[in-house]
């Protein structure tokens, strides 16, 4: 039997050949493990290029966490929040210039950064050229990319006017704070307007038109950039661009960049109306001619119209026919808990101001509020038949409680039942007689 401490060094030895041996081969310990691939590497396989472009539709933001992220309406007049985060001390007016609620400058201009870099190192991807349509996937991935870019600058625009255009350049993000290109100007706002154009126009060229193939959605492409997603961006933008915000505003008068440039044109321009209509007529008349993109509609058993579920279960549907874009994953689950009743293990943070409210129609299509006293009371429509006194005999159709309703909440149209949770109410019901 051979000796224990023999087979034990022979192990030794040999390990010590084999580690001699590779210690001849330089390339052996000179590795980069997965998180430290460089540019070249990436954009030479498909999936770690997949990847990079997946997290460039990350920069999306998910905005349905109304309570923290996203102001757009918790700081209007449609919806009110009474407790947590920054809408609430908008409205108890805490904040000044420094507060820097919402600042969401650097989160898109790396979205754009990471787009540029993509639209820059897609086209000799080795992995992707060696298939048989490589080059009309990596075609078709760039104009992906170009769109999300397109996106990133609208939705700065969006919120800050005016912004910096740096086109296919990626700079440095090493440079010093000296260096001419750390220091660019704005462009104005046609400029602005223009270039986003041109890139949707570049994008759209070569997309996918939709993502039906034949009467059947790819739900792993319809969070994705498409012709029609192109066509309704170019439609809201051009609206934008029309409007009296924008559009001969002579309030920017003096609106200019330091070298004096003026930054919007104050001169009203008749033609970007027609330019925004002609854009949506585009979008609309795609949608009559290929019947996949239009209101959604559900029907009642015996085939009529059932507004009520039509207009709620647009949000509730997944890739309905009124999707045009739309993110795989959400927050949605706190925005619920948000608008929730404290009884129903909510929040209750956030709920429609009574000016929205009033705003909704009666069944029959009349105007109840035409508008308020200097007081703040509300000027009811007489011919409207809707009054803020007393209780009637509808009931919501899912409760369980014996209780009437509040006038103010009876014979309203659809979408109010749909959107605002009354008193006796359990979910989203409709009331009946």
Same mark, same amino acid.
Request: hydrophobic share 35%; with cysteine; aromatic share 12%.
């Given at each position: ?237 051009? #609206?934008?661009?029309? /409007? *009296?915000?924008? !559009?001969?505003?002579?309030? &920017? ?7 004096? =440039? ?110 308020? #006293?200097?007081?703040? /009371? *509300?000027?009811? !429509?007489?011919?409207?038949? &809707? ?7 509808? =009931? ?38």
């Amino acid at each position: 039997m051979e000796n224990k401490y023999i087979k034990t060094l022979k192990y030794v030895l040999v390990a010590g050949v084999l580690f001699t041996a590779s210690a001849c081969n330089k390339d052996f310990l000179d590795q980069v493990p997965d998180d430290r691939l460089d540019l070249n590497e990436v954009f030479n396989r498909k999936d770690l290029s997949e990847n990079w472009l997946a997290a460039t539709y990350n920069y999306i933001r998910d905005e349905t966490h109304r309570t923290n992220d996203t102001p757009w309406d918790v700081i209007s007049d449609d919806c009110d929040v009474s407790q947590r985060n920054n809408p609430y001390r908008v409205n108890l007016g805490n904040w000044n210039a420094s507060s820097n609620y919402w600042n969401f400058w650097d989160h898109y201009y790396k979205g754009i950064r990471t787009a540029t870099t993509f639209i820059n190192n897609i086209d000799g991807n080795k992995q992707i050229l060696e298939e048989r349509e490589g080059p009309n996937f990596i075609k078709r991935r760039k104009a992906e990319a170009r769109f999300l870019r397109a996106f990133f600058y609208m939705e700065l625009l969006k919120q800050y006017g005016p912004v910096i255009i740096i086109g296919d350049e990626e700079i440095s993000p090493d440079l010093p704070m000296t260096d001419p290109k750390m220091q660019l100007a704005r462009s104005s706002y046609d400029e602005c307007v223009d270039y986003i154009l041109s890139e949707l126009d570049q994008a759209e060229a070569d997309l996918d038109i939709d993502h039906y193939y034949g009467d059947q959605v790819l739900e792993s492409d319809m969070g994705r950039a498409s012709k029609v997603l192109c066509m309704a961006m170019r439609s809201r933008l051009l #609206l934008y661009a029309a /409007s *009296p915000l924008y !559009n001969g505003n002579k309030d &920017y008068v003096d609106f200019k960049n330091k070298d004096g =440039k003026p930054l919007m044109n104050t001169t009203y321009d008749a033609t970007k109306w027609e330019r925004a209509a002609a854009a949506a007529k585009k979008l609309i008349d795609y949608a009559e001619s290929s019947g996949k993109l239009g209101l959604y509609k559900k029907y009642n058993t015996n085939g009529t119209l059932n507004a009520f579920l039509s207009y709620r279960d647009l949000f509730l549907d997944v890739w309905n026919i009124e999707w045009i874009l739309g993110r795989n994953t959400n927050n949605i689950a706190s925005y619920q808990r948000s608008c929730t009743p404290r009884l129903a293990n909510g929040y209750a943070s956030l709920g429609p101001t009574q000016q929205l409210i009033d705003a909704y129609r009666m069944e029959d299509g009349s105007v109840p509020i035409t508008g308020y #006293l200097a007081d703040g /009371s *509300p000027i009811i !429509n007489p011919e409207s038949g &809707y009054s803020e006194t007393g209780f009637s005999q509808y =009931k919501a159709v899912s409760s369980s409680r014996e209780k009437t309703t509040f006038n103010m909440y009876v014979r309203r149209e659809p979408r109010f039942y749909a959107t605002v949770t009354y008193s006796a109410a359990t979910g989203l019901t409709k009331l009946q007689p």
